[in-house]
């Protein structure tokens, strides 16, 4: 359980670390791979935590979760206008399925919204949601 939940974080947060965005000049894709690189730092500390790797702060967490919530809240607007050059990852089914694409970027507004992170034994269900959310997209929306 606890290998495929950080396996599946791995996969996560590695993409951030690959910097698809290198050479990326459009300002529209180069925002909203910024937001989707913040959510991915976000997921990082939470993960990171959860490993032990980083001391677990409660507050620290939480601010996380509000930040991946704030992230999520501001997707459909990053994405609206649709623009596809080479470097991007984003599949073009996302403008053909705009209300399914924000639905998903709905779901994770709400689940990091309502999850609280109050001890360590906290942030293993909260990572599974929030990667959850985050692979519903990925799975259909990016390459
Ligand atoms: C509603 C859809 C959607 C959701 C939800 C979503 N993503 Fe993304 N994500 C995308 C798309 C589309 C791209 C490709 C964007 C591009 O290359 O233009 C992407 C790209 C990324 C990238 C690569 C950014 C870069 O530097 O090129 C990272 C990292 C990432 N997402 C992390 C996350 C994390 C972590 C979550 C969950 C907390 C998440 N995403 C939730 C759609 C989504």
Redo the contacts with the bound molecule.
Sequence with gaps: MKTRLFAALVA??A??A????EGVENET?LA???G??E??Q??KTLGAMAKGQQAFDADAAQAALDR?AE??AQ?AGQ?EAEVV?E?????PA?WRNWED??A??D??AQR?AALRVTRPGDLGPALRD??G??K???TD???
């Design positions: 996560v947060t993409a951030g690959v910097l698809a965005h894709v909203r791979m910024e989707m690189k959510l991915g976000e997921l991946i992230g999520a997707i994405f050059v470097k991007s990852e984003a599949r996302i694409f924000t998903k970027a779901a994770l990091s929030l990667g959310a985050c519903a997209c990925h929306y990016r390459e």
